[in-house]
C-alpha cells in the first residue's frame, strides 16, 4: 500500500513569488493535514480538510491557503513568498473513521509524507 | 493554548541499553498522543498511537504510557540499538470543536554501537 506522497521534494524560490505544493493521501484516507516545520518553531499546524472542507486552521497568515479535491489529494499555496517561509511542509492523512465519525476522539493514527524542502532566496 | 514539552531535549546511550524519552503537555483534555520518529531530513514515521482512553501501547522494542490527568507521556525503548539514532516527536492531538496536533521539540537519540 503506497504511503502519502508529497511532490515537488524540493523548491527554491524568490521573495514576492508564490507556490503550490502537493499531498497525496493513502488510498482510502480521508482527512489531510498539513504542517510547517522550521528548526525555530519546530512543527507547527497550518490546517486540515476532510471530504473537501477545511475543518481547522492553525495560526498562519491568509498568505497560506489550501484546498482538498474530491479524490483527497491536497494542495497548500503560499503566496507573496517571504524568507521566513523557508521549511519543510509536511503533510499528513488518516483515516478518520470511528463509531462517530466526526468525533475528533476516534480519530486514527496521522500518516506524514516526506515533505517539501522549500527554500525562499 | 496546549504546550508540549519533551525532555531530555539530546541523549547518548551507549548500543544495549533501555532508555525512557519523556513528554508532557499541558491541557489533559486531549483526544490521543503519538510518538513520531524523524531521521535527518526525512517526514516522520509513527510509532505509536495511544487514544486517551487507553494508558499504554506496545511496539516490538517500543512501550508508550499515557497519564492524561497528570498530562505525561513516556516513550520506553529497550535494548537499544544503533539504528534507533533519530529525533523523536510527541504529539498530543487536541482542540475546542477542532483537532489538531501539538508538538514537541523533540528529543534526538544518539546509540553508540
Known amino acids: 500500500k503506497a504511503g502519502v506522497t508529497q511532490t515537488p521534494r524540493y523548491l527554491i524560490k524568490t521573495r514576492g513569488q508564490q507556490v503550490t505544493l502537493s499531498c497525496s493521501p493513502i488510498s482510502g484516507h480521508r482527512s489531510v493535514s498539513w504542517y510547517q516545520q522550521t528548526p525555530g518553531q519546530g512543527l507547527q499546524f497550518l490546517f486540515e480538510y476532510f471530504s473537501e472542507t477545511q475543518r481547522n486552521k492553525g495560526n498562519f497568515p491568509g498568505r497560506f491557503s489550501g484546498r482538498q479535491f474530491s479524490n483527497s489529494r491536497s494542495e497548500m499555496n503560499v503566496s507573496t513568498l517571504e524568507l521566513g517561509d523557508s521549511a519543510l511542509y509536511l503533510c499528513a492523512s488518516s483515516l478518520a473513521i470511528g463509531a462517530r465519525d466526526l468525533i475528533y476522539q476516534y480519530y486514527n493514527e496521522q500518516f506524514f509524507g516526506p515533505g517539501t524542502r522549500l527554500t525562499v532566496l | ?113
Open chain 2, 1 to 113: 493554548k496546549q504546550e508540549v514539552t519533551q525532555i531530555p531535549a539530546a541523549l547518548s546511550v551507549p548500543e544495549g541499553e533501555n532508555l525512557v524519552l519523556n513528554c508532557s503537555f499541558t491541557d489533559s483534555a486531549i483526544y490521543n498522543l503519538q510518538w513520531f520518529r524523524q531521521d535527518p531530513g526525512k517526514g516522520l514515521t509513527s510509532l505509536l498511537l495511544i487514544q486517551s482512553s487507553q494508558r499504554e501501547q506496545t511496539s516490538g522494542r517500543l512501550n508508550a504510557s499515557l497519564d492524561k490527568s497528570s498530562g505525561r507521556s513516556t516513550l520506553y525503548i529497550a535494548a537499544s540499538q544503533p539504528g534507533d539514532s533519530a529525533t523523536y516527536l510527541c504529539a498530543v492531538g487536541s482542540g475546542a470543536g477542532s483537532y489538531q496536533l501539538t508538538f514537541g521539540k523533540g528529543t534526538k537519540l544518539s546509540v553508540i554501537p
